[in-house]
């Protein structure tokens, strides 16, 4: 290694070492694992003090670069070649293919039906209730029309989200929830948090695309865990932490994001065994908590915040233009994130939030949402039965007909929620899925989407309230006759 500093530049000998290593790193000179200089002989070779050397290396670590091995030295770190951030940049590359399906959905022609959708149709929302929130907030508290907010969040809300998460058996203060911008915000704040370039976190597979993104935007590597139609497959989680050590495991509680699937209670009450066992945080994402009608065991109730963070909001069900969410946690750690908040956001939308809060007040959303769980509950029925009938194979379908009904009985929906995942018998890859639905007018993301790093899946995710349409019973039943 050989570096170039200059002490008449004007840049502090920190900043020049630290570049000048990451230089050396990034152009693949250095091997994962090389033994860099001591501090005392890199502060001899260059005739400088030992203090910017103790400093860059420092960072260094920090960045990803390098480990720090106790009376060994430092080294160049194994992760330092696979696309870590550095110096305040993100590499963008690996997280093009997540935000390029998010774009994709979003820039589709209005001609299309987009079946795999993540949202609720405009007939389904309550407009009028929210249009009358609008007006009284804009009449009642007219410097929420102008004025910032607080990092925390509004205070009457937060207050309304403790009493919801009670009978989810979630005892929490308001000290301990912080409202964000939907619920994407809460966890850019966590991975700011908890997680460093060069980390391991666990994702579910097939699961949340967006969250993929968000984690190889900040250089954390993914370890996907299988997803059953009871929870994460235990089994496979417990041989990947036989070669991995990561620091969090991001699990989406109930009607997850794409299978529509519910965590059963063993397999609950084992996550949280693991996660004690391996010391690793739990990021429950319950952001479809609304959906469901009879409340099933959370982590977050189970747990009460020892090893689990808890992520919720309002914009899957009241609006999307709102953004509303939040996330429960310990109060050191709430504060903690309302300080990263503060530096990066300043505070979230202070109208926004008070619409929020007088739609709770009212008791207009507790009638939306029993009206909005009818809907969805006769539009699951609807598109089970129309997929089966054309031959289609659902997530945890028929074949599991018998454990349903006993996880009923033991108070747990195995599926619900406003998604089907569903894949035509014997093909490999739901990618010719896609290309059949276009002439048809109906546009699906292939499988491969919702995985963490872009396998090829057989499955697509259905947005059962738009499976009615007659432009998706026509690829239905197109799609079926394809062979594989």
């Known amino acids: 290694m050989k570096l170039e500093l200059d002490r008449t530049s004007g840049v502090p000998l920190t900043d020049q070492i630290v570049n000048g290593v990451q230089t050396w790193i990034r152009s693949r000179v250095a091997h994962p694992g090389a033994r860099l200089p001591s501090i ?39 992760y330092a070649h696979a696309g870590l951030s550095g110096m305040g940049t993100c590499d963008l590359t690996n997280a ?24 609720i149709p405009v007939a389904w929302r309550d407009v009028d209730a929210i249009g009358q929130a609008i007006r009284h907030v804009s009449r009642s508290d007219p410097a929420s029309l102008v004025d910032y907010g607080t990092p925390m ?45 060069g980390d391991t976190a666990f994702v579910e597979d097939p699961g949340y695309y967006n969250l993929y993104g968000l984690l190889k935007l900040h250089g954390v590597r993914l370890v996907g865990i299988r997803r059953t139609s009871s929870g994460p497959d235990l089994d496979h989680l417990h041989a990947m932490l036989a070669e991995h050590r990561p620091r969090a495991f991001f699990v989406n509680t109930v009607f997850h994001n794409p299978t529509g699937s519910t ?23 319950d952001i479809y908590a609304d959906f469901q009608a009879d409340p099933t065991d959370r982590l977050a109730a ?25 996330v429960v946690a310990n109060p050191a750690i709430v504060r903690d994130l309302a300080a990263i908040k503060a530096l990066t956001t300043i505070s979230g ?14 008791g207009a959303y507790r009638k939306y949402l029993d009206r909005l769980r009818r809907r969805i509950a006769e539009a699951q029925g609807s598109a089970t039965r129309t997929l089966e009938a054309h031959g289609w194979e659902l997530f ?20 619900g929620g406003k998604f089907v995942w569903a894949r035509v018998p014997h093909m490999d890859d739901s990618t010719r899925l896609a290309a059949c639905g276009e002439p048809l007018g109906v546009a699906v993301s292939p499988g491969s989407h919702f995985r963490p790093h872009g396998e090829p899946s057989p499955w697509i995710r259905i947005n059962v309230a738009l499976t009615h349409d007659p432009r998706a019973q026509a690829f239905f039943a197109a799609a079926a006759q394809l062979r594989g």
Request: glycine content about 8%; charged content about 20%.
């Open 40 to 78: 005392r002989q890199f502060a001899a070779d260059y005739a400088i003090s030992r203090f910017p050397v103790i400093e860059a290396y420092d960072r260094l670590v920090s960045l990803g670069y390098l480990d720090s091995r106790h009376g060994s030295g430092f080294y160049v770190s194994e």
């Open 96 to 119: 093009a293919d997540e935000s390029g399906h998010l774009l994709s959905q979003m820039e589709r022609g209005g001609e299309l039906l987009q079946l795999d959708s993540g949202s």
């Open 153 to 197: 969040g509004d205070a009457t809300l937060r207050e309304h989200l403790r009493n919801r998460l009670a009978p989810l058996g979630i005892a929490a203060q308001s000290q301990q929830i912080l409202v964000t911008e939907g619920a994407s915000e809460g966890f850019d704040l966590l991975l700011r948090y908890m997680l460093k370039p």
């Open 263 to 285: 965590i059963a209670p063993p397999v609950a009450f084992r996550l949280l065994q693991l996660a004690r066992e391996h010391r690793f945080t739990i990021v429950e994402d």
């Open 302 to 326: 189970l747990d009460q915040f020892e090893h689990v963070v808890y992520v919720g909001g309002l914009s899957k069900t009241l609006s999307s233009s709102l953004r509303v969410g939040y």
């Open 349 to 362: 939308s202070r109208f926004a939030q008070a619409v929020a809060a007088t739609l709770l007040e009212r």
């Open 396 to 415: 945890g379908g028929p074949a599991s007909a018998t454990a349903a009904t006993a996880s009923a009985a033991r108070g747990y929906a195995q599926t």
